[in-house]
């Protein structure tokens, strides 16, 4: 028997549409199984919650070991879950091909899964996570106006934290009517590489299209700069990735099913495909395909998708990128965000902002503890803030010109926490402010 396995990971499909993915004695013994596993290891209790709420359920209980935790508890230790997937990607020794097969993210989403269906979810957990349907209300003119001024009033945060259980102090993002277009001549003449057709298809994801429209705008201009033909995707939904950590599958599905075949007849005509916020390209590159592993569109659009940074360095090497970067931007701070780690495409985000003369990077491999709604909720709040102290002391002792993370959100909560002397920006923005654009 192996201790440990010194291979690389393997991921196996998500068998939603089995009868055992559903059965609850099924998942309660593979939950006992894992938590068993974990009690003996313990490496993951520093990374978020569900393991030191695992560990003081087992501490507690009368045996001090799994069996004696009661099973009707084993949920405590999903709902703590956030699916950020660095317990599988960083700690854990026990991950397939290894043969105890350990995927906790995975096991943690089927937990979430077999819950939604037996209970549902509360209405907050339900709106939070109906991004197409809240950013669409919150960004109808004078609505967006009302709703940012609400967000900004502490006696209506507190009115909403007792209500809605939207935690007072929690970061939110402020909502804006202003639409990305598509611009009506690129100009430019696609180059092809072996990996790239030079031609990309920005997936403005609910975020870029509601709030944070200049990253859209700043990445479409650096695209642009570079030679490549841009467009914007039309009326695209969710990616799903805030459904599927509630563990509504059902409405992951319905929303592949309208992105997918529009996506997929981009890909078609020529068009590699980016998004600006890590989770959503991870959704594409990772959870779509294993959950839908015998769509032939899916792993199309999957072959296709790429992370901003990612496919700005596949360019570099086959010296396409243009270097002619005319600003310095000083001392950085960069946060790489979990969603981007588990993509297995390296530091590409550092690796670009080297190129920028005047520069250098200080790299903060450290989880910000948002999540999206984790550090929303009255309940989670806290806890999200304790994840993110590292980052936020790290930041603090830096005090660099510029904090920059991939993930809007995450920006957002280690900004909001940290001692604000230094100026925050998303990398694809420093990136457009360094070529002087």
């Not at 393991?51 to 209980?61: A, K």
């Not at 180059?191 to 990253?215: E, F, N, R």
């Not at 563990?247 to 309208?258: A, C």
Request: hydrophobic share 35%; charged share 25%; net charge negative.
């Amino acid at each position: 028997m192996k201790e440990g396995s010194l291979e690389a990971p393997t991921r196996y499909p998500i068998e939603w549409k089995t009868d055992d993915f559903w059965d609850e004695k099924k998942l309660n013994d593979e939950l006992e199984r894992v938590f068993d596993v974990c009690h003996t290891c313990r490496r993951c209790v520093s990374l978020c919650d569900s393991f030191p709420t695992l560990f003081d359920l087992i501490d507690e209980s009368e045996t001090m070991e799994v069996d004696g935790v009661n099973k009707d508890d084993f949920v405590k230790v999903s709902d703590q879950c956030y699916l950020c997937d660095l317990c599988y990607m960083t700690k854990c020794p026990y991950v397939p091909p290894h043969e105890w097969n350990i995927d906790f993210p995975h096991l943690m989403l089927r937990s979430k899964a077999v819950k939604f269906k037996k209970e549902g979810a509360s209405m907050r957990d339900n709106m939070l996570t109906s991004t197409d349907r809240l950013f669409s209300a919150v960004t109808i003119p004078l609505v967006d106006v009302t709703s940012n001024a609400v967000m900004k009033s502490k006696t209506a945060r507190k009115i909403i934290h007792s209500t809605l259980g939207i935690h007072k102090d929690a970061p939110v993002p402020a909502f804006s009517k202003k639409k990305i277009s598509n611009p009506q001549d690129d100009g430019n003449t696609p180059t092809k590489t072996a990996t790239t057709t030079g031609k990309v298809a920005i997936y403005s994801t609910c975020y870029g299209k509601s709030s944070s429209q200049d990253i859209v705008e700043d990445l479409r201009k650096v695209l642009h700069h570079n030679g490549i033909v841009v467009k914007i995707v039309d009326n695209e939904k969710c990616c799903g990735m805030p459904k599927l950590e509630l563990g509504d599958l059902e409405y992951v599905q319905d929303l592949k099913q309208q992105n997918i075949p529009k996506l997929a007849e981009l890909v078609e005509q020529g068009f590699d495909i980016v998004a600006p916020i890590p989770s959503c390209v991870l959704m594409y590159k990772q959870e779509l395909p294993l959950m839908f592993q015998d769509d032939e569109l899916t792993i199309k659009v999957q072959k296709a998708f790429f992370d901003p940074f990612e496919y700005l360095w596949l360019r570099h090497k086959d010296e396409l990128l243009m270097t002619d970067f005319e600003i310095a931007l000083g001392k950085i701070s960069y946060q790489v965000a979990c969603h981007q780690r588990v993509q297995n495409i390296g530091l590409k985000t550092r690796d670009i902002l080297n190129l920028i003369p005047g520069t250098e990077i200080s790299v903060i491999e450290r989880c910000s503890g948002h999540d999206g709604t984790y550090a929303v909720k009255a309940e989670t709040y806290e806890k999200s803030v304790k994840i993110a102290r590292p980052v936020v002391r790290k930041v603090n002792e830096q005090n660099p010109d510029y904090f920059t993370s991939d993930c809007p959100m995450a920006a957002a909560q280690i900004v909001k926490l940290s001692n604000g002397e230094q100026s925050s920006a998303n990398p694809i923005s420093l990136v457009r402010k360094a070529y002087g654009i």
